[in-house]
């Protein structure tokens, strides 16, 4: 293997699925680093805000709803807020460049927020929200901010994706689902796949400026706003079918949820962990590097090999380019 490739394989990184948040931490002494969180007002974006600010970070959350993320952050220390629309380009560019203005180096990004199996929706581009939102608001977001990490000189950027992303794979073709029939939980299942090979690609382009990128499946968390748009018969795991299009037996079981605290471990042990000094380029899961498995595993963990195909994330960089008209000043 290159030894500039870092394997997809777990590290026994001494956490689990049951560890918090506040248990990566520790008494990790965060001050005098600067972070961003999208999302970082409601659920695990909240925690992951919360945890980061409580260890000493200076944390800004990028907000679409003013009054919704005071109410929720007021009575966290370290924190501000600022405007921001992940589906709205030039909302994205005047957040970046109202933080770049300040100088500041930027040392942790976090892309949490996102959309989840909604209803067909497009952005003023015409894209499809789950893309726009999810994937292409990010990828716009982390190229505008690009300055700011490469001044970090150490910088970690981690993406949130989902187990979902075993549902789908990209679609090259028609991303926006212009000429086929929408379906919610395969856009879905689309962007989380983006978010992995978006994270692959920007670690293998900034590692030579320091820059590493990480992507995470939180876990299922059902106390969140993440499924606001679902109906009650949605709001359960999507199984994983068979060549006859059947759950599989092992989709029979109980699916194990976390809470909140729970699901914001592995965005914090991506982010702030020594033990992935050195690594990037990788999806991880339960709190520790997740294992890569075959595009037919039944396994309701591991990672696909379409969303960890370097061939993939590099036609995937291009195409997002091409559609944000955003390019990286690596």
Not at 61 to 68: A, C, D, L, M
Not at 76 to 103: C, E, G, W, Y
Request: hydrophobic share 40%; with cysteine.
């Amino acid at each position: 293997m290159n030894e500039n490739i870092t394997a997809q394989s777990p590290i026994q990184s001494g956490f689990g699925a049951d560890t918090t948040a506040k248990e990566v931490i520790g008494d990790i002494d965060l001050r005098g680093k600067v972070v961003i969180v999208t999302g970082g007002y409601s659920g695990i974006g909240l925690e992951t805000t919360r945890i980061l600010a409580n260890a000493g970070a200076s944390v800004l959350v990028p907000v679409r709803n003013v009054e919704k993320g005071r109410e929720a952050l007021d009575c966290i220390p370290n924190v501000l807020m600022d405007t921001m629309d992940l589906m709205d380009p030039a909302s994205i560019d005047a957040f970046a460049q109202r933080f770049l203005d300040t100088k500041k180096p930027l040392h942790i990004l976090v892309n949490s927020a996102g959309v989840m199996a909604t209803p067909l929706r497009r952005d003023s581009r015409g894209y499809e929200s789950q893309f726009s939102t999810n994937h292409l608001g990010h990828f716009q977001l982390t190229a505008r901010l690009w300055p700011a990490l490469q001044q970090a000189n150490g910088a970690r950027v981690v993406a949130v994706s989902s187990r979902a992303h075993r549902l789908a794979s990209s679609d090259f073709k028609d991303p926006n689902f212009e000429h086929r029939e929408y379906d919610k939980w395969k856009a879905y299942a689309q962007s989380k796949s983006a978010n992995i090979l978006f994270a692959l690609e920007l670690d293998k382009l900034g590692k030579t400026e320091h820059v590493r990128a990480f992507s995470v499946h939180p876990g299922l968390i059902p106390d969140t706003a993440l499924g606001r748009d679902l109906a009650e018969e949605d709001a359960v795991p999507r199984p994983i079918k068979d060549e006859n299009n059947e759950p599989t037996v092992s989709n029979q079981t109980k699916p194990k949820f976390k809470t909140v605290e729970q699901g914001a471990s592995t965005s914090v042990w991506c982010a702030v962990s020594e033990r992935l000094n050195g690594l990037g380029g990788v999806y991880c899961e339960d709190t520790d590097i997740a294992e890569a498995v075959p595009a037919d595993s039944l396994k309701e963990s591991g990672v696909r090999p379409w969303a960890i195909d370097p061939e993939l994330a590099n036609r995937l960089w291009k195409l997002s380019e091409e559609y944000t008209g955003v390019n990286f000043k690596i």
